[in-house]
């Protein structure tokens, strides 16, 4: 996450460019990959018996340490296994976040320490290798992004749930800026003002999100949401 860094007994090691993308694509793919493959993914546009020298001098030029950072046969790579990546915390944080809005059938109990609102937020404080521009980044970089509007979105709904209408909030509006098109990210928004009783401030944002989504795309919020407003506001109006 953030600019490639490698990291031996606390210290950062230097490691030439063709090393970066190397160890990066053998860690985004989580498997053993073929030569050939691996050369096709860092060098597309040359011819296969250049990519193969490329990949050899690559390999050559990988920093010596007190152990391999990647095991090569005559026909594979795999990454070592005793190299740990922030992106498997990131990505450990984020599954433990989205999965605590998953549907169980029962209430959440009393005294069950909830997720912290930053959690989510904070996993991805920084973009994957946004240096990077390779399609095989890109791809994992916008999965990452997508995760921690999930995340997020889940955040909002379990501390609603529990009544902690701070942190939704607070979690539902940094889902909002992370994709600002996004509905569920603006529903849960709406949701969490209707919990706490801003009916005002739910239509609003309704508004402010109807207006956006005419603006840039023009398209008007889904039929389920503008079916809530509408119940919302007439309920208000049939108030005494």
Request: charge should be neutral; include cysteine; aromatic fraction near 4%.
């Amino acid at each position: 996450m953030g600019s490639f860094d490698l990291r031996c007994e606390g210290r950062s090691v230097l490691i030439a460019p063709a090393g970066q993308r190397l160890l990066s694509l053998l860690v985004l793919s989580r498997r053993t990959l073929t030569r050939e493959y691996v050369a096709e993914k860092l060098w597309p546009d040359a011819c296969g018996n250049r990519a193969a020298g490329c990949l050899r001098s690559a390999l050559w030029r990988l920093p010596k340490l007190n152990r391999p950072l990647v095991i090569a046969t005559a026909s594979t790579l795999q990454l070592s296994q005793d190299i740990e990546t922030d992106l498997a915390a990131t990505e450990d944080i984020l599954h433990r976040a989205i999965a605590w809005s998953e549907p169980s059938g029962r209430p959440i109990p009393p005294g069950t320490p909830l997720p912290d609102v930053e959690l989510a937020d904070q996993a991805l404080s920084s973009d994957l290798l946004p240096e990077a521009w390779d399609e095989w980044v890109i791809v994992e970089r916008e999965r990452l992004h997508q995760m921690r509007l999930h995340a997020l979105e889940s955040l909002a709904y379990v501390h609603r749930s529990a009544g902690h209408f701070g942190q939704a909030l607070d979690a539902a509006l940094r889902a909002v800026a992370g994709e600002p098109l996004r509905e569920s990210a603006h529903r849960q928004v709406i949701e969490t003002y209707l919990a706490e009783g801003n009916t005002g401030e739910a239509i609003r944002h309704f508004n402010e999100l109807r207006n956006l989504l005419r603006a840039e795309l023009g398209l008007e919020p889904s039929p389920p949401l503008c079916r809530r407003m509408a119940s919302t506001i007439g309920a208000m109006r049939s108030r005494p």
